[in-house]
Each structure stands twice: as C-alpha cells, then as structure tokens.
C-alpha cells in the first residue's frame, strides 16, 4: 500500500488527463491497484505507458520482424542489438529518435539524442566504435529551418567529439513535410568480445541497487510523454524539458561502466534515458522478474527539496542504474572512484514482484512490477490507405521534361542529393584511427581493433518512396541500405530500424506503418539481415502536417579483409565503366520528379528483392576477388546522379575525372530521361581494369546479374560525356563538383537565426 | 628502445592510438594517469588529443593544472622530449611550454578532415624521419587550432626556424589549405631547444598502411630512431 508524499497534488480527473492517461488505461490501473493510485505512481504509469516506452500501438506489429540468425547474439529487448564477428568479437547496434526535443531545441536535442544511444550501446559491454545519423529538416531557404539543421548539427558534433567516436556515415534529406518536425535519428555502433556481454536483467533477490555517473535534476521530467503526443505551438514551453548533455562526464561514464562489465563487478546495467530512474529499474526488474524497492531519498540530488515524482521521473542524462552483489560495492566504488564518478546504493532486488518507491522511510509507490511494464491496454487502431496518397500514385508531372544537362546540374545542387560535407566536416571522423573510407562513400567501413577485418555501416530511408508506396518503399529501404554495404565489399549481417511517423490513431498514418514494416520484414527475410532492434518515433506531426514515413534503417555489414574494401568513386583514367543490374528507366516517384519537375508522385520502383539479393551476393564475390576499382549504387537521381558522383570523386580528392559513356546498345525501349534519371533499384555502377571485364561478365551470368559495358573514365579534370544514339549531353567534370560541394555551404552562408514557423 | 609515456587527462581520447602508433613504430609506451606524480623512466612524453576535463572552459586550461604537469614541467626543463598533439598542443601553450594560444577556428565551428602540411623542421624528436619541407597529408578534428601570438613572438619563431608544420595549398584541393585561421599558417611550434613540440593535426590516426595510407607513420619512428641514436637530445 502506498500513501501520498506530503505536499503532493492530489490525483483528480484533470492531473489524470493532465499525464495523458486516457479513461480506459485509467481504470486499468485502478484494476492493478485496487485503489487509487498516488501522484508518484500516476507519474510512473504516464512515463511506463506513453507510446515511447510502452510501444502500445505498435508492439504486435514489431513482432512480425525477423529476429533470428545464426549471427544473432542479442535480437531486440536488451538495450542494443548484438550480431557475432570473427574471432570471438561481437557488434552492438542501435538507432534512435530524439525529435521531438530537437524540434524545440536543436543543440540539446540532438546533442542528448547522440549521448543516449551510445549509452545504449556501451551498457552492452561494448565499446563505441562509430556513431552515424539521420537528420531531416524543412527547407534550407527558410532562416528557421537553417537554425534547427545548424544547431542539430552543432549538437550531434559536439557531443561525439567529446567523448572520441568517430561519426562515419549518415544521411541528411530536406522536404517540407520536416520544416514543423524536423528529425534526428542517431546509431551508434561498439564492439564487444561475445564473452563480455552483459545484459540488462535485475536478478538475485538482495542484490544491490546503485545509480552511477551524474547527479539527478529536475531537467527532461516527462521527457518519455511529450515525444509521445504532436508538436504544437504550445511545444516551445516544454523547452525545460529537453535534457543538457555533459559529453565529459558521459566519457568518464563510458569508461567506468566498461571496466565495471569486464572486470565482471555486476550483474547488470542499464542507462537511465527515456523515463530515467522509472523505466530503467522497472523494466530490469520485469526482465528478471523479480520486485524491486527503491530509495529516492538516497538518489544524489542536484539541488534539495526534489520530491520522489521529480527523482523518478528526471531524465538528467549521463546517469547509469546497477545491479550488483552487496559485497561488491567497495570494489565498484572505487572503480568508479578512478573515473572521478559517484555510486550510490539506492535500493534492492526483492522477491514479492513489487515497483517499490520509499522517500525518507515513507513507501510512495508499490505497484505489481510485471504489469508496470507489460500491463499497458494495446491499440490496433484501424489502417486505411489515405486517398490523395493514392492519388498522388496514380499521378504524373503535367510539366516538360528539362534538358537533361540542367536537370543534373539541379538534382546535384538538391540538398538531399548534394554532398553533406559541410555537414561530416563538423563530426570527428577519424578518432581511435580505425576509419577505413571517409565519410560521404557509400557506406562507413572501421577496422575492427587490429584484426583483418572489418564491418561496414549506413543508414538509409527514402522517404519519398514510403510516401508513395509504404510496402515498396520499406522493401527499398532495407535493399538501399543493403546495396550499400555490398558496394564496399562487405556482407550484410542485420539492421537496426527507427521507425519515424506521424500519429497512430490517424488510419493513413497507421496504413503507413503496417505496410512500410511488411515491407521490412520481407526484405529482411529475402536478405537474411535480421531487425535486432531500434526504436518507434510516433506522433511526428505539427500545425503543419505529419512528417512523410520516415522508417531509417542502419545496417551493419561484414568485410573479411578491410584492405579490399572498394572505393565509392572512378580511381584512374582509362578504367572500364559497367552498370550492374538492369535498366527499366522507372521516373515514378524519382528525385528528377520530384526535385527538378516539383511533383512528388508516381508509384516508385517495385522492388525485386531476388534482383537485389543477386546484386548483393556479386559485388562481395567480386570485392574479395579484387575485380573491382569501384562501386556505386544507382539512388536518388538514378545513372546521371551516380556517374556524376564517381567522377566528382569523395569529400577531400584533389583531382576530378572525365567520363565517356554510351547508351546506344543498351537503349531498347527506354526514353533518354529514363536512362538518365530512372530509380529502379538492384543497380549499380563500377569502375575496373578494362582486362576485367569479360571475368565480371561471365562471372555475373552465373549469379544472373548483367554487367553493362558503358565506357571508360576520362581523363582527370576532363568532361563527364553521355552518348546516345546521335544525342549528346556533356559537362565538366570540375563545374559540377563544384555545384555538388557548394549546394549546402552557399545556402547555410545565409542568416542562421531562430526566428519563427 | 624508446620508452614514451602518454598521458591520461580525464577526457583525453586519443590515447589508445597514440600508444599504438609508438608501438608500431617499434618502441614501448605505457599510460600515464594524470594524477601521477612521476613519468618513470619515460624518455618522451606525450601528450595526446581529446577532450581534458571537456574543454568547456578554454582547451587545455584545466589540464594544465594537473598533477602531472610538473612532472612534465621538470622533465621540460631537464631537456626532455615534450610532444603534444591537439589538446597535448593546446595544453603545451597553456602551461606556457609553448608560447602563443589556440583560439576558435576562424569558421567557428569544429573541422575534422585532411590537412596538407609542410615539414618546416625535421630537426625534432618526432620529425626526424621527414625530409625537410616534404608535404604530407594527415587529418585534422578541432574546434580550436587557430594558433596565434603577437608580432614578437611569430618573428621569433620565423626567425629561429621554430616552425615545425604548416599548412600548405596542394594544387586541385578545392579546401582552404589553412584550416582555422591559423597565423602564418603555423600548424606546429617548438621550444626554442626543440625538445618540446606541439601540433594540431593528428598523425597517430594515419600511420597504418591498413587505413589506406601511413603519412603520419614516421611522426612515430622518428621518435624511436632520434632516441636510439642521440638526435635532437
């Protein structure tokens, strides 16, 4: 039984509406109670059951995933997925959302949204080797839009510089749909030996519970609850609860917690995020089915007075929570010690099933544990496909097609098309010296500490796509991603995914959702790259719309030799040029349509997964054979976008190459638009020695993967040349480097204020 | 052999390769917490990149406080080699090893890529190995290396050859070749006995032919070979 802490509101209809607990999760509770629950205890229902901790709208839905593989050490529940490596050495993975605090406060937001998944990460006794992201925003010609995407950047930099991880990849898109509700998606990666993995599971009655690392304030309460309901105009006042990361002690933090796990102090860990001390000790306890009781007026405090709703609900960050064996606390104290950090014992392991919160001698809480967590009532809200979606996929551009020498030289000065150098440049990429390719490749390749090999990582979603065709466009997600790791050589092992949408109860939205998981969940089975975790973002929608379905899926892929990685980009004049893959010049839902012609439309490209798995299954054989100078995957703004960007060449080179290309014995049937700028998937461009190609042809016919021999690369500094037929378009190779390297700069050159939606 | 403590500042994030990088240069190097009050029989020391303290404050202000630091101080004084690399550099001029400060790069934000810089004076315990002016490549990743000091003090270093990299413009890089605002284009400086160097880009991270090329490989030789043979000390 649990009493009211003296001073707290008493629980009416209004503060129960007040913690979005709607009527019918209500009476639940009273059900589970069996009385009225204190302020405290409704404050642990509103964090435990808000659609980011509880996934109440779509748990039945993630189950659908794949999770299993002979590669899968930890499938999703824990804190990070785990895939094995070669000799005894495992990877921990983990994307996430924080956009709703970034749209509120960029700096912060993105910069706690980098700090909490690396926590993640490293609770799995795995170290942080790599942090990628996804960031969308509205529009970089409105001067708000160019104060959240600074900021955002500013953040996610800042806070991974801090702690030493090299930033290795990521994508950044614009689209109007983000300028309301701009999206930060953050994974981090770590490495682990398999032997050191600890998870994340309260177990042994009388073991101890400590808090480690950070001080408890009264920054982020309700964190978990506003990234579950629509941005509004009233959002700039949840300013206060957005959270303040402190990267430093964050890197004391990941030191201490790594010589904690394997030095082998504890049973378990787990970071203190979403719903802080909350969800952190109630899901260690449902995880090892046992009760916990917790003392919050032993938890170290910023400032006096914090009453136990505000301890259990803070989510200051940079904090741990701990399990551990009672006669270890003076060796964990002084490992802590070391690291200049506190641990604090502030409760126990008990075995009546009970969430028990005690403040000064006082129980404010005791709630039955298993419930807490897993009690929460589902929705399967009704799904329908909205009807201007599929208006918009039955529709075409009613404009004339441009010259197709300015609709490159427009989809290379498109934001999301350009190079994000700009962008890379503010992250670390080289720290702990692994970075095998720069950033902006194809995807980030690290050698894994000094072994032979090394594994690979992108992050991906073509959100128009998703829009267009939510099936489809989740299948292509997996097999861009997919494409891109195959690119450099390695094999796709599994895939984390965040699962960025706008509201539930809204059909279209939920239609989206459905579909665009099916379509994950059958690529990843035709790929074999099982879903070993991520993260739901719902409730991405403002005054000004719901963001488009945004699911980003980061994939970790397996390279045997780091040394035959492939380039990205053409590495000498005078290799052959071949298109793998087949060429149906698909316009539906393309960046040409889209970025030069204004019309989002067309059903984009169906996916044909066996196509992808062929492609996939090439380009590792033929990496490992060392045929290969380069590859390049066929995306946004299709076979100009791709030669364009070989020729171009990556963030840093100090020479650019020509490009002589024919298209005449390939034409059949396909417009020179289509050729140009068609998105139909499963394709590529690679460059190799001109004695090669006959070895990649028959080799390709083998795997039913045509190699098209298009040309040769030019000389450098040269021109970039396109033939078909007696047409012929050309450009040089320098002018468009240029365009592609200044689209972002010239734009963000302009007034970075705050100013107003 | 040369023995070569790297030192440990809490935030310090470099560290691990740094001491690869002497490793596999053939030498030996052990951490050094920076509570220590002694470097043992270290006959160089490092002081590696990363972070001291956070560098909330102004880079390497806290660290110089450190107790380390007089040991590093003393082992300055005795002629001992002193190498720090970006917070190591910054740390250096702080605790006045060095002379001149590292602001805020001059695009006021952080920058993490390949610099092109020049080896003005491979009469150093770390640059022994580099022919003099030869150009290498080896990254960056600051948000303060923009090295500045008053007239005097540039003039001097000009003068005395104490420049030790700078950065330089390599024809088709379309990158500002100097990449903070730095003064002079000044990447590196040393003491005026050339014991003591600080730097701002990171070699320890391109010295493994793994990564795709070893430029900064020789930063790491130099200091085995200068020891073993008696240069520079």
Same mark, same amino acid.
């Given at each position: ?25 209500y ?28 996934y109440k ?5 993630l189950?659908k ?7 899968v ?9 785990v ?7 495992a ?47 509205g ?11 600074a ?11 801090c702690i030493?991880?090299?930033t ?10 983000y ?9 981090a &990666? ?7 993995? $600890?998870?994340a599971?309260?177990?042994g ?5 400590l808090t ?29 609860q957005?959270?303040?990361g402190?990267p ?12 904690? $796990? ?12 979403a ?5 952190s ?6 995880r ?16 006096p007075g914090?009453?136990p709703?505000?301890?259990m609900?803070?989510?200051?960050q940079?904090?741990?929570?701990v ?7 003076e ?12 641990a604090? /014992? ?12 005690i403040h ?6 005791? +709630?039955?544990g298993?419930?807490? &967590?897993?009690?929460? !009532?589902?929705?399967? #809200? ?6 201007? &979606? ?6 075409? /551009?009613?404009?004339?097609d ?5 609709a ?17 440049e503010?992250?670390d ?17 690290l ?6 090999f ?11 796509? &998703? ?18 790791i ?6 796709p ?6 699962l ?6 809204? /059909?279209a +939205? ?6 665009a998981?099916?379509?994950i969940?059958?690529?990843?089975r ?15 929608? @403002? /005054?000004m719309?719901?963001i488009? !379905?945004?699911?980003t ?14 380039p990205?980009?053409?590495?000498? @004049?005078?290799?052959? +040029?071949?298109?793998l ?16 012609l204004?019309?989002v439309?067309?059903?984009? #490209? ?20 060392q ?6 995957? =066929?995306s ?5 976008v ?9 963030p ?14 390939h ?5 020179? $638009? ?9 394709s ?5 020695a ?7 042809q028959?080799?390709?016919?083998? =795997?039913?993967?045509?190699c ?5 690369v ?13 047409r012929s ?6 002018k ?5 390297m200044?689209a972002? !700069? ?12 | 052999?040369?023995?070569?403590a790297?030192?440990?500042? *809490? ?17 030996t ?13 270290a ?6 990149g990363?972070f ?13 406080f ?37 602001l805020?790069n001059a695009q ?5 890529? *390949?610099v092109d810089?020049?080896?003005e ?5 770390c ?8 150009? %290498?490549?080896?990254?960056?990743a ?8 008053d007239? *005097? ?15 330089v413009?390599?024809p088709?890089?379309?990158? *500002?070749?100097?990449p ?5 284009d000044?990447?590196? %400086? ?13 070699p ?17 030789t130099? %200091?085995?070979?200068?020891?073993a ?5």
């Amino acid at each position: 039984m649990a009493e009211p802490f003296p001073g707290e509101r008493p629980v009416t209809e209004a503060v129960v509406r007040e913690h979005k607990i709607n009527a019918g999760e209500y009476v639940a509770i009273l059900e589970l109670l069996g009385r009225e629950p204190t302020l405290t205890e409704l404050g642990i229902f509103s964090a435990l059951w808000s659609e980011h901790c509880s996934y109440k709208h779509t748990k039945h839905i993630l189950r659908k995933f794949p999770v299993d593989g002979p590669q899968v050490v930890q499938g999703p529940g824990e804190n990070a997925g785990v895939l094995r490596l070669p000799d005894g050495w495992a990877v921990a993975f983990k994307i996430e959302s924080h956009n709703h605090p970034t749209a509120v406060e960029p700096y912060q937001g993105a910069s706690t949204g980098v700090g909490g998944i690396l926590r993640d990460v490293f609770t799995m006794g795995a170290r942080p080797v790599a942090v990628l992201n996804s960031l969308r925003f509205g529009p970089l010609d409105e001067p708000r839009n160019r104060f959240l995407f600074a900021g955002a950047v500013k953040g996610v930099g800042d806070y991974g510089n801090c702690i030493g991880v090299p930033t290795l990849g990521g994508e950044v898109s614009f689209a109007p749909c983000y300028s309301g509700n701009p999206l930060v998606n953050a994974m981090a &990666v770590g490495i682990l030996r398999e032997a050191d993995l $600890i998870g994340a599971s309260a177990e042994g009655v009388g073991n101890i519970l400590l808090t480690v690392g950070a001080k408890t304030g009264r920054d982020g309460i309700h964190g978990a609850s506003f990234a579950s309901e629509d941005l509004t105009a009233e959002s700039e006042k949840r300013r206060p609860q957005v959270q303040v990361g402190d990267p430093f002690t964050e890197k004391l933090l990941l030191e201490a917690s790594l010589e904690l $796990i394997t030095g082998h102090y504890i049973v378990a860990i787990q970071d203190m995020g979403a719903a802080g001390l909350t969800s952190s000790s109630a899901e260690m306890a449902a995880r090892g089915g046992v009760g916990v009781e917790l003392d919050t007026s032993k938890v170290p405090t910023r400032e006096p007075g914090m009453t136990p709703y505000e301890i259990m609900l803070s989510e200051s960050q940079e904090r741990m929570l701990v399990v551990a064996e009672p006669h270890r606390l003076e060796e964990i104290r002084r490992v802590c010690q070391k690291w200049d950090l506190d641990a604090t /014992p502030v409760g126990r392991v008990t075995d009546d099933g009970l969430f028990r919160i005690i403040h000064d001698g006082r129980t404010v809480a005791a +709630i039955p544990g298993q419930e807490l &967590v897993d009690g929460c !009532p589902r929705y399967a #809200p009704p799904a329908a496909e909205g009807v201007e &979606v599929r208006a918009r996929r039955a529709a075409r /551009p009613q404009v004339d097609d441009l010259d197709p020498v300015i609709a490159l030289e427009r989809l290379l000065d498109t934001p999301t098309i350009a190079s994000k150098r700009w962008v890379f440049e503010q992250y670390d990429g080289t720290v702990r010296a692994g970075s095998v390719a720069p950033p902006g490749g194809e995807a980030g390749i690290l050698r894994v500490a000094e072994c032979r090999f090394g594994i690979a990582m992108t992050v991906d979603c073509n959100s128009r796509h &998703v829009l267009l065709d939510p099936y489809e466009g989740g299948k292509g997600v997996v097999a861009e991603a997919a494409r891109n790791i195959a690119c450099t050589g390695a094999r796709p092992l599994g895939i984390t995914d965040c699962l960025n949408f706008g509201s539930p109860e809204t /059909p279209a +939205i939920y239609f989206q959702f459905e579909e665009a998981c099916r379509g994950i969940s059958d690529a990843c089975r035709a790929f074999g790259t099982p879903v070993t975790g991520g993260n739901v973002s719902l409730y991405n929608q @403002s /005054p000004m719309g719901a963001i488009d !379905p945004t699911p980003t899926v980061g994939m970790i892929g397996l390279i045997d030799d780091v040394t035959k990685a492939v380039p990205s980009h053409f590495q000498n @004049s005078g290799d052959a +040029i071949l298109m793998l893959g087949h060429r149906t010049g698909h316009l539906g839902g393309s960046a040409y349509w889209a970025e030069v012609l204004d019309t989002v439309a067309g059903a984009p #490209p169906a996916v044909d997964l066996a196509a992808e798995k062929a492609l996939q299954d090439f380009l590792v054989m033929v990496a490992e054979r060392q045929l290969l100078h380069s590859a390049h995957d =066929l995306s946004d703004g299709g076979l100009a976008v791709a030669l364009a960007e070989c020729c171009i060449g990556g963030p840093w080179a100090t020479t650019v190459f020509g490009a002589t290309v024919d298209l005449a014995r390939h034409a059949d049937g396909v417009s020179d $638009i289509g050729w140009l700028f068609g998105e139909e998937g499963a394709s590529v461009i690679a460059s190799c020695a001109p004695v090669h190609v006959a070895e990649l042809q028959r080799l390709g016919a083998t =795997l039913g993967v045509r190699c098209h021999y298009l040309g040769l690369v030019g000389e450098q500094e040269g021109t970039v040349e396109v033939l078909r037929d007696e047409r012929s378009w050309r450009w040089s190779a320098r002018k468009l480097r240029e365009i592609y390297m200044n689209a972002i !700069p010239r734009r963000m050159s302009g007034d970075v204020t705050e100013g107003v939606n | 052999m040369a023995h070569v403590a790297v030192v440990r500042f *809490p935030g310090s994030n470099c560290e691990t390769e740094t001491l690869a990088a002497v490793v596999r240069a053939g030498g030996t190097a052990e951490l050094v917490d920076y509570r220590a009050t002694s470097l043992g029989t270290a006959e160089v020391v490092i002081l590696p990149g990363g972070f001291s303290y956070g560098d909330y404050l102004r880079s390497g202000a806290i660290a110089r406080f450190a107790p380390v630091m007089a040991a590093v101080q003393a082992h300055a004084a005795g002629g001992g080699h002193v190498i720090g690399i970006c917070n190591g550099f910054q740390i250096l001029c702080e605790a006045q090893l060095l002379p001149g400060a590292l602001l805020q790069n001059a695009q006021r934000h952080f920058t993490s890529r *390949p610099v092109d810089v020049r080896i003005e004076r491979n009469t150093t315990c770390c640059t022994a190995d580099y022919a003099r002016n030869e150009v %290498i490549r080896i990254p960056i990743a600051h948000g303060e290396g923009r090295y500045v000091a008053d007239a *005097p003090t540039l003039a001097l270093l000009e003068g005395e050859g104490r420049v030790v990299l700078r950065y330089v413009t390599v024809p088709g890089t379309d990158m *500002p070749a100097n990449p903070n605002g730095s003064l002079n284009d000044i990447a590196g %400086i040393c003491n005026a006995t050339g014991t003591v160097v600080g730097f701002m880009p990171h070699p320890e991270r391109l010295a493994d032919t793994t990564l795709g090329s070893d430029a900064g490989h020789r930063f790491f030789t130099s %200091i085995v070979s200068s020891l073993a043979s008696g240069v520079g000390t």
